[in-house]
């Protein structure tokens, strides 16, 4: 125990007393493990009254974390009041409350010894102060270590089995699910979101544009709020969540364990046939699901110039001889299988965007050309409509239907966390149909006139001379959907984005 070196006089020891549980069962009740282990803190600190020991009234409690790190609020509010000189003695009930690591455990003795502060344990009697106490202090340690890593292994090999057996053992929630009685139950909303997800990005062939996609219609990735009340995820999709969300076997009604894959008991909300083609196309996209790199060389028609006779993208290559820089554009197919694959392989950069740019302006002098251009876009437009109008159409149903479970609820007086749970999915289904009515209109909007294609196009060749390379690239991304060239016939085709046309009059507006 701890005595004062004056005999005429005791000195005053102000002890703190720690307290921690790993979990958060029981901690509800009015007199849970923590009081308990104060109470006997508080016990031992009293039977040394004679010494001068005197309980501090701050609390350090750590209620649900683990021994396994520091990082705890109640343990950085404790180190930090030994760093300002407050205590000269912990008070824990057993030495593993304080740590189950060793390795920490030693640190913190570190600071103890060096800032003068005296460990004690209730129910384990020994003193820090000597060699004795802190070789035994360290085989109580090892022993607390060892539990906690045996606790580790069985908790691994009880997820593996539940795992095996398709069941859910927890992790980050999941889009398009909710997870109720340790089971995975489907959200319709969301599970009709994500198989739209799936087929964006077949439709876009792209990570980065398909994430794109997602947040201008505003989706965010999975929200959820932990038991202690933060609130996680909603956050913008980027590549890395994408293709996480893209290749989650949970989608068909599998649960993954490391490298295994087994039958889950839960609902799929992708069918198997949607899922392996994105694989298909993940794997020969590569892992950045065909990004676009730096565009370097000012290629004007990267991303959009096509090989018509092998239906494959042309990819903007370039060489150098006798110091002079040929660019040049390739077939995706002849550069992978050898040129003599293709009928047309390649053709010189500078031709083809001569080529392209000089059709765009000679555009605005061909009405049969521009009502064209005009009946493209709309039917673009109308597949888009179509697609929001359906999407607006199953919300108003799941809005239908959740009020009727809400109606029928207050009837039968059911239980108050479904009706929670209920209102809950009624205010997102609300938001989202609110996003889609704007989306809606703005499409609808932006849709351009025959007289509005004739005057932009008009007005290109001014513009073109006006604009720095990579605004040229910019535009020309954002008024082209598709150019298919035909080395065979010596034709190019050039397909217009839908609302590509008004694009290029704001960027009009934008330089007047």
Not at 13 to 36: H, M, P
Not at 171 to 194: C, F, H, Q, S, W
Not at 397 to 425: C, I, K, W
Not at 455 to 478: C, Q, V
Request: aromatic letters at 6%.
């Amino acid at each position: 125990m701890i005595r004062s070196t004056d005999s005429s006089k005791v000195k005053t020891v102000r002890c703190a007393i720690y307290t921690r549980k790993s979990t958060e069962d029981g901690l509800e009740q009015e007199f849970n493990s923590l009081d308990a282990q104060r109470d006997a803190g508080e016990a031992l600190i009293a039977s040394q009254i004679g010494e001068g020991w005197e309980c501090l009234p701050t609390k350090y409690d750590d209620g649900g974390y683990t021994g396994g790190n520091l990082d705890r609020p109640a343990m950085q509010r404790l180190m930090a009041d030994i760093d300002a000189g407050k205590i000269d003695c912990v008070v824990v009930y057993k030495v593993d409350r304080l740590s189950r690591s060793l390795m920490d455990f030693s640190r913190v003795m570190e600071k103890f010894d060096a800032r003068g502060v005296a460990f004690v344990s209730v129910t384990q009697q020994f003193n820090t102060a000597s060699s004795m106490g802190r070789l035994i202090l360290n085989v109580l340690l090892s022993f607390a270590q060892f539990e906690r890593e045996m606790i580790s292994e069985r908790t691994r090999d009880k997820i593996a089995a539940a795992r095996r057996r398709g069941k859910w053992s927890g992790g980050m929630p999941l889009l398009g699910y909710n997870v109720i009685d340790t089971k995975l139950v489907v959200i319709p909303e969301e599970a009709e979101r994500v198989r739209q997800i799936f087929g964006l990005y077949l439709q876009h062939d792209s990570l980065l544009d398909t994430a794109n996609e997602l947040n201008d219609r505003g989706w965010r990735t999975k929200q959820w709020t932990t038991k202690k009340g933060a609130r996680r995820g909603g956050k913008l999709f980027d590549k890395t969540n994408l293709h996480t969300l893209l290749t989650n076997p949970t989608y068909i009604g599998k649960i993954r364990y490391r490298e295994e894959v087994h039958n889950g008991e839960h609902q799929a909300i992708v069918d198997d046939a949607l899922f392996n083609t994105v694989q298909k196309r993940l794997r020969k996209n590569g892992r950045g699901g065909h990004e676009k790199a730096r565009n370097q060389h000012g290629a004007l028609l990267r991303g959009v110039l096509r090989c018509k006779s092998c239906d494959r993208s042309m990819i903007h290559n370039s060489s150098t001889k006798r110091n002079r820089r040929y660019r040049y554009y390739v077939c995706g197919g002849a550069q992978k299988r050898g040129h003599a694959t293709c009928p047309a392989p390649s053709i010189p950069a500078d031709q083809i965007e001569t080529f392209v740019i000089g059709e765009i302006k000679a555009i605005a002098t061909d009405q049969d050309l521009i009502a064209d251009i005009y009946e493209q876009s709309q039917a673009k437009v109308k597949v888009k409509l179509d697609e929001l109008v359906r999407e607006r159409d199953s919300q108003i149903e799941f809005l239908r239907s959740y009020h009727g479970q809400v109606n029928h609820l207050a009837v039968t007086n059911g239980p108050m966390e479904l009706v929670a749970d209920l209102q809950t999915r009624i205010t997102t289904a609300e938001r989202r149909l609110n996003e889609l009515e704007e989306q809606i209109y703005a499409l609808e909007s932006k849709s351009p006139k025959q007289v509005d294609i004739a005057d932009s196009l008009g007005r290109f060749d001014e513009l073109w001379s006006t604009m720095k390379p990579l605004a040229r690239n910019e535009l020309i991304e954002a008024l082209v959907d598709r150019i298919d060239f035909d080395g065979v016939a010596g034709t190019v085709d050039i397909h217009f984005h839908p609302t590509g046309i008004t694009t290029l009059g704001q960027q009009q507006d934008t330089n007047a």
